[in-house]
């Protein structure tokens, strides 16, 4: 009776053993994909606020030229939730309060230039660890910073 305690119990734990065994090989199968999707959601999350916020640079560009002549090249500079604007290279003092306002997130860092031939230039346009690059209406690539 008691080796037959003592049999059951070793096969209990071998049994265990092999279920954590599998769990572990499972783990070590799954992680890489889970990061690959985690990665790729991630990138069309940026590349779609990148169009977002390029649509959102025009879109100011055009209100500022209609109430005010505002001049080509037209530049976005973003640093950590705030933006700048300037035409030719000075700061635009604005009195009107303009927002940049769409569904998505802004960049924590980078630059959106409306170039004088209409064309906009994108440089390293920041969300999270994805970085965007765009050159005069070129393909959008956003990669690892």
Do not use: W
């Not at 059951?8 to 994909?33: A, C, H, Q």
């Amino acid at each position: 009776m008691k080796e037959e305690n003592e049999h059951s119990k070793t096969t209990k734990m071998i049994e265990y053993g092999l279920v954590i065994i599998v769990l572990f090989v499972v783990l070590i199968i799954t992680i890489p994909s889970v990061n690959t999707i985690i990665y790729n959601i991630s990138k069309e999350s940026a590349i779609t606020s990148t169009y977002n916020t390029v649509k959102s640079v025009k879109a100011i560009y055009t209100s500022m030229n209609l109430k005010n002549e505002v001049s080509l090249p037209f530049k976005a500079v973003f640093d950590k939730e705030n933006y700048t604007f300037y035409e030719n290279n000075k700061k635009v003092n604005y009195k009107y309060s303009l927002n940049i306002k769409f569904e998505g997130k802004l960049p924590s860092s980078g630059t959106i230039i409306i170039n004088i031939d209409g064309t906009t230039t994108v440089k390293d346009l920041t969300f999270g660890n994805i970085s965007c690059n765009q050159i005069s209406n070129s393909t959008l690539i956003c990669d690892k910073k």
